[in-house]
């Protein structure tokens, strides 16, 4: 009797491990991972992630925070506001110089024509700019890559007038003639191009440079410690965004065009400029090089922090 008691108990016993450990796991799955980053062309992999439920299929509860621009995810990451941000080389640098706690996980995207600046049909050779009045985000992507670009082509950035705008803004701006000009990435350009029509065109882009100005993807250090599990699930819903992104680019451009707002054909046209791929090879380090060296030059940045990558 006492023999069927204590089998009785070791029987319940495994019945309640079998129970409750589901249950941990489902918990500890279930903590919501604070992702931030824009609804821009250049974070495609995010939303497409989003909209094919990538991320549910890896079993993370994603908690989205959508910002205006890569510099406003990379203080959502400072701030404690995001675990994990997508930003560009310029505004992940001037994070990780400023805090210790920020980590580059890696790179997705790649494009040397990514910056585009447009300006007042009346403004026909570069070295207009100088005296000009051109709307930027400051702390961009597209700020560090203007900088660097006005150096190497021989402009004197003290001549030119910087206009700090919100993105959203710009086409007004250019309209009503507060500025003479705008650079930034897609969809800011084009939603310029697109009010103003004949009245602006395409100056230049930031070619010349030969930087790859990568996107990148970026977490802190607490989230690397404590939730790596977690970042590799990340690391892998990316990896099939931007695989269903080359297999599949009719629907990719349509969830995209949704978010962004630009004309399927202009969509199409800005996706497939830019190369995807999730990874941090020798190109991607040459030119984060580049630009952590000229922000340091031009004093944006003290120090050039730890540019290495996780994945």
């Known amino acids: 009797m006492k023999h069927r008691h204590n089998l009785s108990f070791v029987v319940s016993f495994l019945g309640m491990l079998l129970l409750f450990t589901p249950l941990a796991s489902a918990a500890k799955s279930a903590e919501p991972l604070r992702l931030a980053y824009p609804n821009k062309v250049c974070y495609e992999p995010f939303i497409v992630a989003n909209a094919k439920g990538f991320f549910a299929a890896e079993g993370l509860n994603v908690d989205i925070k959508l910002v205006g621009g890569g510099i406003l995810a990379a203080e959502s990451l400072i701030t404690g506001a995001a675990d994990v941000a997508a930003m560009g080389d310029a505004p992940f640098l001037i994070a990780a110089s400023r805090s210790k706690n920020v980590r580059l996980l890696t ?6 024509k990514m910056h585009r600046l447009v300006s007042r049909r009346e403004l026909t050779d570069i070295h207009q700019l100088e005296g000009a009045r051109i709307g930027i985000q400051m702390g961009s992507s597209t700020y560090g890559a203007l900088l ?8 004197d950035v003290n001549k030119m007038s910087f206009v700090p705008l919100n993105p959203l803004d710009m086409p007004q701006a250019m309209q009503t ?16 191009e697109a009010l103003c029509a004949d ?7 930031f070619s010349a440079l030969n930087n790859t100005f990568p996107a990148v993807c970026v977490a802190t250090k607490q989230m690397l410690e404590e939730r790596k599990e977690d970042l590799d699930a990340l690391i892998s819903a990316l990896h099939k965004a931007i695989e269903f992104m080359h297999e599949h680019p009719d629907e990719t451009v349509r969830i995209v065009a949704a978010v962004t ?15 995807w791929r999730v990874g941090f ?14 922000l340091k030059s031009m004093g944006k ?3 050039i922090p730890d540019y290495s990558a996780v994945y």
């Not at 790179?107 to 040397?112: E, L, M, P, V």
């Not at 003639?177 to 310029?192: H, L, R, Y």
């Not at 009245?199 to 882009?205: A, K, M, P, Q, S």
């Open 261 to 275: 707002g630009l004309p399927s054909q202009q969509q199409r046209q800005c996706t497939y400029s830019l190369t």
């Open 281 to 294: 090879d020798e190109n991607e380090r040459a030119s984060m090089a580049m630009t952590a060296d000229y």
């Open 148 to 155: 660097a670009w006005s150096s190497s082509v021989g402009l």
């Open 199 to 205: 009245t602006v065109h395409e100056l230049t882009d």
């Open 177 to 192: 003639g507060q500025i003479d000009a705008m650079a930034g990435s897609e969809p800011w350009p084009s939603n310029v």
């Open 107 to 112: 790179a997705y995207a790649a494009g040397r």
């Open 301 to 303: 940045i003290e120090l």
